[in-house]
């Protein structure tokens, strides 16, 4: 009878695996996960026709921030906030990409998603702390910045974590399919995977993760992993990948994604501080600087801490 029952729930859960499966790649779980906050007429298909790291009005927009892409499932929260207590803003753009992709937007002036080219120029720009400050140091792009949230790492698994992650250790297993930000261009991997692995584990780890396990194809690299690693797990081609916590704080606890999240002990993690710096040559720089101080406001800061971010240091 113990064998039958368990026979029973084993087919149970095959099959509620391949049912999830299937509901994600029709688009069930496709993002942008998130309601647009424009009017309009809707045409958001999932896995077709979606741009989810666009946010707002596109046209002759009074602010555009670029926003490191991390911070994608409260920004249109985060800007309607901003509008209602600035009214005289209404119209708003941002985007939520990797830092370096939005830095090389910059650069040529503009990107093309799709057959659409968007040619503006951001009022403001956030990152790490020590990216700005690297980017200040050799381009001189920013004026006034303000930290305003921190983070930490995490592992993000199938829901229940059938793996048995249990931490950084785990990732080293040959057999453990693995989805990791590309360290050529996501900042999350130089700049925080990579170090906390380095402490955990040794250039071993380090190797068995991002060299090992690529080669033999059980690591496979994204180049969103913000977007790509929630599909990529919940698609079954990998299973389990390091986030930042507030990716998977947000697929476990608030989309109501099949998810889980394996936490990191401080001791074995890397909290990194984001900065929000105005272009010196900012379209909008009145609008910049009301939205640094936006940032940092009682309205701004409790959005952040209901997503799970951190206070900078010396707030709470």
Not at 180 to 198: Q, Y
Request: glycine letters at 10%.
């Amino acid at each position: 009878m113990r064998y039958r029952n368990h026979v029973i729930r084993t087919a149970l859960v095959m099959l509620l695996a391949v049912a999830c499966n299937a509901y994600a790649a029709e688009g069930g779980y496709a993002p942008p996960w998130s309601k647009p906050m424009v009017k309009g007429e809707p045409f958001t298909i999932g896995g077709i026709e979606n741009a989810p790291d666009l946010h707002g009005d596109v046209n002759d927009p009074q602010l555009v921030v670029f926003f490191a892409g991390n911070q994608y499932m409260l920004v249109n929260r985060l800007l309607e906030g901003f509008m209602h207590k600035y009214p005289k803003y209404t119209r708003v753009f941002a985007e939520t990409l990797p830092p370096g992709v939005l830095s090389r937007q910059i650069k040529r002036g503009g990107i093309v998603v799709g057959n659409m080219r968007i040619s503006l120029r951001p009022d403001v720009y956030t990152a790490g702390k020590g990216r700005i400050r690297g980017m200040q140091k050799h381009l001189g792009w920013f004026g006034k910045t303000e930290d305003y949230a921190r983070n930490r790492l995490a592992i993000m698994t199938a829901k229940g974590n059938p793996a048995h992650v249990t931490g950084w250790a785990s990732l080293a297993e040959p057999n453990l399919k693995l989805c990791m930000p590309n360290p050529v261009t996501e900042g999350i991997a130089n700049h925080a995977i990579i170090p906390a692995l380095r402490k955990s584990g040794g250039k071993k780890l380090v190797d068995a993760v991002y060299h090992d396990k690529v080669k033999a194809g059980t690591t496979l690299l994204t180049h969103i992993h913000h977007r790509q690693t929630p599909m990529m797990i919940m698609d079954g081609q990998c299973q389990a990948g390091a986030v930042w916590y507030t990716e998977a704080y947000f697929h476990a606890h608030i989309a109501g994604h099949p998810l889980s999240m394996v936490k990191i002990p401080m001791r074995e993690n890397h909290i990194v501080t984001y900065t929000a710096a105005a272009m010196k040559n900012a379209p909008h720089p009145q609008a910049a600087a009301d939205f640094l101080a936006f940032l940092v406001s009682p309205e701004g800061q409790a959005i952040y801490r209901h997503y799970g971010f951190m206070a900078p240091k010396g707030k709470r």
